[in-house]
């Protein structure tokens, strides 16, 4: 609480729809502020919806449900940046935990919810690819610019085929430190000392994009070929694959007392296997380390302290 009100800026986004440059910089230095930023949305999103269940199916107020989206949908325009699955993934996870409480009353309000998100998704992606478009761009343009880069957000043939490409182009600057600065620099605190220049994401932008920003996500194929070789192209994502299944099976064997538990355990599945489809080692760690572990040090802390 203190930091939040000492560095109010980390705590929320100084436009809701377009954002700033100074946001978006702070977005990506995982500090400790911003850790403790990110930790304690989630905690009060968690308790506050959490609350409204209880007290929905106690009551059967339909109130509590308009409480509920409303609180996830405060929490989402909060996590916004210019990654746009922090805006999905949180109001799907909600809808998967809440659709058998809620019902059909909670589905209309969907509806509401998801037109507010479309539009805030639509000013990020205008804000993202603003090198693409001009004051002149209209709707059309832009949607017909998204679709186009479909093959981008699904890991597809071009993607996969630019980053091998890229791999030969910079194979002489690619080895094991690039390996090792792909996972701890994305680990806060440490990524400052971490050359990131000599990371994967910034070769495969170099060569996609000519260095205008590093936009692009190189794909897990990818990340493969160039700590592995062409030999063992997907040895990442059947790890990755691996994980998702343990976690899913122990999932099944345990009961979540809470609305907190049971979303951190379905996002670290979701980010884990849409990593596979769309992400790399990068994404994986630092979601994974911002996003999952201090929630789950705290919930675990309380477990252990609470009276």
């Not at 929320?12 to 377009?18: D, T």
């Not at 949908?73 to 809620?102: A, C, E, H």
Request: proline content about 3%.
């Amino acid at each position: 609480m203190i930091l939040a009100v000492l560095y109010p800026s980390y705590f929320k986004p100084e436009k809701l729809l377009l954002f700033s440059d100074e946001f978006v910089e702070q977005e990506k230095d995982s500090n400790i502020i911003n850790i403790v930023a990110v930790t304690f949305k989630t905690i009060i999103m968690g308790i506050l919806i959490n609350t409204f269940i209880i007290k929905y199916q106690k009551t059967k107020k339909n109130k509590y449900i308009l409480y509920s989206y409303f609180t996830m949908l405060l929490y989402t325009l909060l996590s916004t940046g210019y990654n746009r699955l922090n805006m999905i993934i949180p109001l799907v996870i909600f809808v998967l935990i809440t659709d058998k409480v809620f019902k059909w009353k909670g589905r209309i309000l969907l509806i509401g919810a998801s037109v507010i998100l479309v539009t805030s998704i639509t000013a990020v992606t205008v804000s993202k690819f603003n090198y693409k478009y001009d004051n002149n761009s209209d709707f059309s343009y832009v949607l017909t610019e998204s679709v186009g880069d479909i093959q981008e957000y699904t890991s597809n043939i071009r993607p996969i085929a630019l980053g091998i490409d890229a791999i030969k182009y910079y194979k002489q600057e690619i080895g094991i430190k690039t390996l090792f600065n792909d996972f701890f620099g994305s680990l806060p605190m440490i990524s400052h000392y971490i050359n990131q220049n000599n990371r994967l994401n910034n070769y495969y932008n170099l060569y996609v994009l000519q260095g205008i920003n590093t936009s692009q996500i190189v794909p897990m194929v990818v990340s493969s070929v160039a700590y592995f070789s062409m030999a063992l192209p997907t040895v990442m994502t059947i790890v990755i694959m691996i994980i998702v299944m343990y976690l899913e099976g122990k999932s099944y064997r345990k009961t979540y007392n809470n609305y907190l538990e049971m979303y951190m355990k379905i996002f670290l599945v979701f980010q884990l296997a849409f990593c596979c489809l769309n992400g790399n080692v990068q994404m994986i760690v630092g979601k994974v380390i911002v996003k999952y572990v201090p929630v789950m040090i705290l919930l675990w802390l309380n477990k252990k302290s609470r009276i």
